[in-house]
């Protein structure tokens, strides 16, 4: 007997379901949701955009009419050319390996180079005074690496030419070594090194210099520690 109610229990619960199914399905159809849904589903995956084309940026060039001042305006217009400035320079001399090695030079010691200028001193006062003279007294800077001679700024300006110059050098035997003289550093640069070399000049040797032109010395050469020389070169 209470399987029996059980059962009908049952069925009549399948029934009513049913039924509610049934009246469910044609209230949304009423509704018109199946479609709805239908559509939600199908725009739920937006198409990718498609890009967006620009168009190229145009720049409108305009003509500027440069101000000018009122001084300058009816003045032409200047024109600027590349000037080509004239340089002093002497031709280059090779010279052989007759010369003294200078790898293991010997620096002059002080009183070596004291007597040697005491020598060119001397010599200084022979010569009189026709024309201007000067002592210089030769250090490593001058007869190796950089070979450049600074002479003494108060000769140079009072008896030196103003501007660069062909300074010539001439020795005992009548024999010319052009070198380059910067006024504005007062020193021979360019053929020095010619003259120091073909000359086996070495620290601490005492050289006269005897203005006999314009843009000549004559020079005279006094060895370190050999009181011997002293002969015009």
């Known amino acids: 007997m209470g399987k029996m109610v059980m059962a009908k229990s049952k069925l009549s619960y399948e029934e009513s379901r049913r039924q509610r199914l049934e009246e469910n399905k044609k209230r949304m159809e009423a509704l018109n949701l199946p479609q709805l849904a239908q559509s939600l589903k199908t725009t739920s995956s937006p198409k990718p955009s498609p890009m967006k084309r620009t168009k190229p940026r145009t720049v409108e060039k305009q003509m500027v009419v440069v101000r000018r001042s009122s001084r300058v305006a009816n003045l032409p217009i200047p024109v600027y050319k590349e000037v080509v400035v004239d340089r002093v320079m002497i031709p280059r001399k090779s010279y052989s390996s007759r010369h003294r090695d200078l790898s293991n030079r010997v620096y002059a010691s002080d009183e070596a180079r004291a007597e040697a200028m005491e020598r060119a001193e001397d010599l200084e006062s022979g010569l009189g005074s026709d024309h201007p003279i000067f002592v210089k007294t030769m250090l490593p800077s001058h007869v190796s690496g950089g070979f450049w001679l600074g002479l003494q700024v108060r000769f140079c300006k009072e008896h030196l030419p103003k501007g660069d110059e062909v300074m010539t050098l001439i020795d005992e ?61």
């Open 173 to 233: 035997d009548g024999n010319e070594y052009p070198t380059i003289y910067l006024a504005r550093k007062t020193g021979l640069s360019g053929g020095w090194k010619g003259f120091a070399v073909a000359h086996d000049l070495v620290d601490g040797d005492a050289l006269v210099f005897q203005l006999i032109r314009r843009t000549a010395f004559k020079v005279y050469i006094l060895r370190v520690g050999r009181p011997e020389d002293g002969n015009m070169l």
